[in-house]
């Protein structure tokens, strides 16, 4: 895992970035605010441009790298890209356009599933772009070159979870019809490559059998996180609890209702972008 550390005392008590297209990188932000809860979160969701998954590499670079300037211009001490397709594309090109405390959710979900499998048969799931980038296999095969990868493209699942559509026999059939021939190939263990799919967790976890451990990144990601945070000595020593401000590319509808309710509390505040703010919005 990246090991590029930015200690600059002045960060001490600036907001943790965070974001994703949509509503998948709250995952990771109830995941901070259990492990973290005093830090500041900015949350940025990009939902005038998701889904994500479906578009181009050179595509979600530009939304990446736009998303990661609005963030870094506001001060903020660390940054979580918290979407498997922007960090499938773009890394390499994040790292070296800031320096910034970076983290990404794909090597520490990796590491988690190496760590999990019983018999090293390993499924995961992701986006599209995420499947055809081969970022699993490559980070998989980096730690454990022995495992077996098993992978598919869930492309419904972002639009299901966007609409709040967590359950039901709709959802529960197209969550049968892309698991079942992974389950052929034996799976003990099943990472949830888009940050999205956790939200369908219960409906994933019925259709592969309780036999099959389930990768979540969020809370890998976070203690990833939270260690480089504290060698760079930039955990906040403050003792209230933190505020979670969101910022959101059009207009937000189910957003913060689905988002309020997986979080269990109210978003601090929501803005709404204008375009001039995020270059290429139109
Ligand atoms: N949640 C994102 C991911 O982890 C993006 C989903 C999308 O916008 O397609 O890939």
């Known amino acids: 895992m990246s090991k590029q550390i ?31 809860p005093n830090e500041d979160i900015l949350y940025f969701g ?3 441009r998701l889904p994500y998954g479906i578009k181009s590499k050179e595509q979600i670079v530009q939304f990446s790298c736009a998303n990661t300037d609005f963030l870094y211009d506001k001060g903020i001490k660390g940054l979580v890209v918290a979407c498997n397709s922007s ?11 800031h320096a910034i405390n970076l983290v990404d959710v794909i090597m520490p979900a990796a590491c988690e ?16 772009a995420t499947m055809l980038s081969k970022a699993y296999d490559k980070a ?3 730690i454990a070159p022995k495992m077996k ?4 493209a869930c492309p419904l699942f972002v639009p299901l979870v966007e609409e709040g559509w967590l359950k039901g026999e709709i959802t529960r059939k197209i969550v049968k019809t892309y698991l079942t021939p992974l389950m052929r190939h ?3 263990t099943l990472i949830l490559g888009c940050t999205h799919y ?3 967790k219960k409906l994933i976890q019925q259709t592969v059998g309780s036999q099959v451990r389930l990768i979540d990144s969020a809370g890998p990601t976070v203690k990833h996180l939270k260690n480089i945070l504290g060698q760079a000595r930039l955990l906040t020593e403050r003792v209230r609890r933190g505020r979670l401000s969101v910022y959101v590319t059009d207009r937000p509808g189910n957003f913060v209702k689905v988002g309020e309710r997986f979080l269990g509390r109210h978003f601090s505040e929501i803005r709404l972008l204008r375009a001039k703010a995020i270059p290429n919005l139109n």
């Open 186 to 188: 034996r799976i003990d």
């Open 87 to 97: 960090a499938s594309a773009s890394m390499r090109i994040l790292r070296k356009r």
């Open 140 to 142: 998989i095969m980096k």
């Open 113 to 128: 599933a190496v760590s999990q499998t019983r018999r090293g048969r390993i499924g995961v799931i992701g986006t599209q």
């Open 46 to 48: 990009d939902l005038a």
């Open 6 to 36: 930015i200690r600059n005392k002045g960060l001490l008590n600036r907001p943790i970035g965070v974001f994703d297209s949509g509503l998948g990188g709250l995952t990771v932000v109830r995941e901070l605010i259990k492990r973290l």
């Open 149 to 152: 990868v098993f992978s598919q």
């Open 198 to 200: 956790p939200l369908l």
